[in-house]
C-alpha cells in the first residue's frame, strides 16, 4: 500500500501528568482489556499481509503497553459508535476520529494528537469541474460515510439532497470508482493512502475545495477520568519524545 505524506500534529499545550487507571470499572473491560472500536481505514487502522496495522493502531499498543492493558481491536458500524461505547460494547473509539462540539456532548474527548480535514475524491478526469465548496452543487452524486466528519460538511454546505450515506470511507471509494456516486467527501488522510498510483484506485484524485481544518482525538466514556487524563499523559509525552515522528514516518511518508 502506499503511504501518504505526512500530516501536522498539532502542538500540545503543556502535559497532563500520567496516571494510572482503574480497572477498567472504568468501561466496559474486565480490567486487564481495553476494548477499541475502529472502522478499517488506512492509514489509521488497516490490514496488510493479514496484520492490523496503522496510524492509531500502533499508537493504541504502544499506549496500552504503558498503561499495563492488552488492546482488543472490535470493528465497529461507525454511526453507532457513541450507542457501542456508552452500551459497554468497547472502552475506547479509536480511529481518526474528528473532534466536535457535538460529540463532546455525549463523550469525553482525548487532547488532540493529529490534524485533518475533508477533500473531494472524484475520477481524475472529473476533478477539473470542482474548485471551491460552492462548485460541488455540480456533482450528480456525493457518497460519504454515515456520521462522518464527511457527511457533517456535505449537509452543512447544503448538499444533503445529493448525498448518499454509506457504513463506510472505504465504501465511497467503491461509488467512485463504480460510478455511483460523482464524488466522495473523505479524510484528507485516507485519500492519499487509497488513491492514485499504486493503489486500487489509481483512476481516482482528490482535491482539497476548502473545508474548515480538523483535528483526531480519542473518544471514552465521560466517566473515565482517570483514562482520560492518562491518555492527554501519553499524548503530550508522544509529541515531545519522537514516538508520533516515528509513526508518521513508518505510515504517513
Do not use: H
Not at 62 to 80: H, M, Q, R
Not at 151 to 175: H, I, M, P, R
Not at 230 to 241: P, Q, R
Request: some cysteine; hydrophobic content about 40%.
Amino acid at each position: 500500500m502506499k503511504k501518504i505524506a505526512a500530516i501536522g500534529l498539532t502542538v500540545a499545550l503543556g502535559a497532563a501528568a500520567l496516571m494510572g487507571m482503574s480497572a477498567c470499572g472504568e468501561g466496559g473491560s474486565d480490567g486487564k482489556t481495553l476494548q477499541i472500536g475502529i472502522t478499517i481505514y488506512a492509514p489509521m487502522n488497516y490490514y496488510e499481509s493479514g496484520k492490523l496495522v496503522g496510524f492509531d493502531t500502533e499508537f493504541a499498543e504502544l499506549a496500552c503497553v504503558e498503561l499495563g492493558y492488552k488492546p482488543k481491536f472490535i470493528v465497529i458500524d461507525w454511526d453507532n459508535k457513541i450507542n457501542e461505547l456508552k452500551t459497554n460494547k468497547i472502552d475506547l473509539i479509536w480511529n481518526g476520529m474528528t473532534i466536535s462540539d457535538e460529540l463532546k456532548e455525549s463523550i469525553a474527548i482525548s487532547d488532540p494528537y493529529m490534524e485533518n480535514k475533508q477533500v473531494i475524491v472524484a475520477k481524475k478526469e472529473d476533478l477539473a469541474k470542482f474548485s471551491d465548496i460552492a462548485s460541488l452543487s455540480a456533482a450528480a452524486s456525493i457518497a460519504a460515510e454515515n456520521g462522518s466528519a464527511g457527511q457533517t460538511v456535505a449537509e452543512e454546505n447544503g448538499y444533503e439532497s445529493k448525498l448518499q450515506t454509506l457504513s463506510a470511507q472505504s465504501d465511497c471509494l467503491l461509488e467512485v470508482k463504480t460510478g455511483r456516486s460523482e464524488i466522495a467527501i473523505l479524510d484528507l488522510t485516507m485519500a492519499k493512502s487509497m488513491t492514485g498510483e499504486g493503489t486500487d484506485y489509481a483512476e481516482l484524485g482528490y482535491l482539497d475545495v476548502g473545508f474548515a481544518g480538523e483535528e483526531y482525538g480519542i473518544g471514552m466514556r465521560k466517566e473515565d477520568t482517570e483514562l482520560l487524563a492518562s491518555l492527554n499523559g501519553l499524548i503530550a509525552k508522544y509529541k515531545t519524545d519522537g514516538t508520533f515522528d516515528t509513526l508518521i514516518a513508518k505510515y504517513m511518508v
